[in-house]
């Protein structure tokens, strides 16, 4: 049987794993974290869940809301936020533009440990180079470990990442790669003892450093935890900010979310208070093309670099790259366990 190494467990590279697993070829996914998720991560805090990466997501292309109707049946998605609101001036109010949100339950990370079931994957693994041996594939981890021998390899890992690896193999990769840029993003989160005096469950402030202000326990399955902050940067203050410490970020963010709120609806003192840095959080121009990249010798690349920056955007990539590799993987195989070789 054919096996395709896929490096990064993302949900465009998990995409791309269950399409070949319903194709039949076998398949082993790598990812440099603990364990499947990508911006679809949740972080466990004491007596909260709070989502740090992508905080809902829509389905505008058919084939994603055909997958998407699976999920809300069995549970694993409803509909969050009921609206989004935004602000103007010091005065927020529901945004109605006819799209439906939808998120994970009980957390974003849900999703993506449902499409990891089954699938085997080398978790603290990052693989820091390629090799070609003939027709397979081989590759190198940060430790020295060898994997292999692959009959393709996708990489889902953000384009400045995945041009290190294609660099010594194809020039024009490598090239698509470095025209992508990605914006960066902090992302912070605070858990509180009381409860916001503020209708919304979700926000977008319309000026200063916040792009999105999401309130955890006011989406499905986390109704019983206490209130809880997301707070997302925009991609310019993020990029002017980069070399802040989350301690540092977590607490501008909030000091801007206080300056933006009416005095009686301003947060007090945050229980805990923490953040993220995601630096390659979104592509700022996406590129052209069908939402991937594939060569005749098995090499490709998906997420939401080549196509739009949206959650269900990666999902599709990641998808058409799956069924593009099914349809160029040879049916014999070239032999290898996939496993760790001295």
């Given at each position: 049987?054919?096996?395709?190494a896929?490096?990064?467990a993302?949900l ?5 794993a269950r399409v070949?697993?319903?194709?039949g070829?076998?398949?082993?996914l790598f990812?440099?974290a ?5 911006r679809?991560?949740?972080?466990r805090l004491?007596e909260a869940v709070?989502?740090?990466g992508?905080?809902?997501?829509t389905?505008?292309h058919a084939?994603?809301?055909r997958?998407l109707s699976g999920?809300?049946?069995?549970g ?6 009921e609206?989004l ?5 010091q ?5 109605e533009?006819?799209i439906p949100?939808?998120?994970a339950?009980?957390r974003?990370?849900a999703l993506?440990?449902h ?5 085997r ?9 390629l090799h070609?041996d ?12 060898r994997?292999?021998?692959f009959?393709a390899?996708?990489i ?9 690896l ?7 990769l490598?090239r698509?790669?470095?025209?992508i840029e990605?914006?960066p993003?902090?992302a912070a989160y605070?858990?509180f003892?009381?409860?916001l005096?503020?209708a ?10 916040l792009a999105?202000v999401?309130?955890n326990h006011?989406k499905?399955?986390?109704?019983h935890?206490?209130?809880s902050?997301t707070?997302h940067?925009t991609?310019?203050w993020?990029?002017d900010h980069?070399?802040?410490?989350p301690e540092?970020?977590?607490?501008a963010?909030?000091?801007?979310l206080?300056?933006?709120l ?5 947060p ?6 923490g953040a993220h840095r995601?630096?390659?959080a ?10 991937f990249r594939?060569?005749r010798?098995g090499?490709g690349?998906?997420?939401d670099?080549w196509?739009e920056?949206?959650v269900?955007d990666a999902?599709?990539?990641g998808?058409l790259l799956?069924?593009?590799l099914a349809e160029?993987?040879?049916a014999s195989?070239?032999?290898?366990t996939?496993?760790?070789t001295?």
């Open positions: 049987m054919p096996s395709i896929i490096i990064g993302g465009a590279g998990l995409a791309c070949l697993q319903e194709r070829l076998d398949t082993t990812d440099k603990r364990g499947p998720g990508g679809l991560s949740s972080r004491p709070v989502d740090i992508a905080q809902y997501f389905a505008r084939d994603f809301r997958v999920w809300q049946d069995s694993l998605v409803a509909p969050w936020p609206a609101w935004a602000q103007e001036g005065d927020a109010a529901p945004r533009d006819g949100r939808y998120c339950v009980p974003m990370s993506s440990r499409l990891a079931e089954g699938l994957l080398h978790a603290r693994t990052r693989i820091q180079a070609r003939g027709q397979a594939w081989w590759l190198e981890s940060d430790s020295g470990e994997f292999g021998p009959a390899v996708a889902g890992a953000p384009p400045p990442q995945a041009q290190a294609v660099a010594a193999h194809d020039a024009e490598a698509a790669c470095g025209e990605q914006a993003c902090w605070a858990l003892d009381a409860p005096p503020v919304w469950q979700a926000l977008r402030p319309g000026r200063g450093p999105f999401g309130r006011t499905p399955g986390r109704e935890q206490g209130e902050l707070l940067a991609p310019t993020s990029r980069l070399a802040l410490s540092a970020a977590a607490t963010l909030l000091d801007a206080a300056a933006i009416p005095a009686p609806a301003r007090d003192t945050p229980r805990l208070l995601w630096r390659y979104r592509p700022i121009c996406p590129a052209e093309g069908p939402g594939l060569t010798h090499l690349l998906c997420g670099g196509t920056g949206r269900e999902w599709r990539s998808h799956g069924r593009a160029l993987t040879p195989p070239i032999g290898g996939q496993c760790p001295p």
